[in-house]
């Protein structure tokens, strides 16, 4: 059964740093792009970045120059460097595979979109 398991949430001072990692397992066959989406309270779920299966990435406009995604194919992980935090950063981050492919009786089965259980980000003033 595959799944995303998020971790690296946390409290942090304004300007601090969190890295964040999300790792996918299961008999894995392939991950197309990947990425983080964030949702704070009383606030729609955006996305904050994401990064295709060959490397290009996108940022939301509020996160350009602070956050970096990056991801390990062999590791079947991304990661998000967030860095020049800011109060209004806080939110629930929760990451996003847009489909996983898996094996199943030692064939390709296609899969679908996944999400991760969420991890918390609070920065304080």
């Known amino acids: 059964q595959v799944q995303l398991v998020e971790s690296g949430g946390g409290l942090v001072q304004a300007g601090g740093s969190l890295r964040l990692s999300c790792a996918a397992s299961?008999?894995?066959?392939?991950?197309?792009?990947m990425g983080w989406y964030r949702q704070a309270p009383g606030k729609q779920r955006e996305l904050v970045a994401a990064i295709t299966s060959g490397g290009t990435t996108n940022y939301a406009d509020s996160v350009k120059g602070r956050f970096t995604i990056s991801r390990d194919n062999a590791k079947n992980t991304v990661y998000l460097q967030m860095n020049s935090l800011k109060p209004e950063d806080t939110a629930v981050y929760y990451c996003n595979a847009d489909r996983i492919d898996y094996y199943s009786r030692g064939y390709r089965q296609r899969g679908h979109e996944y999400w991760g259980q969420g991890t918390q980000v609070t920065v304080s003033s």
């Open positions: 299961g008999s894995i066959f392939s991950i197309n792009g």
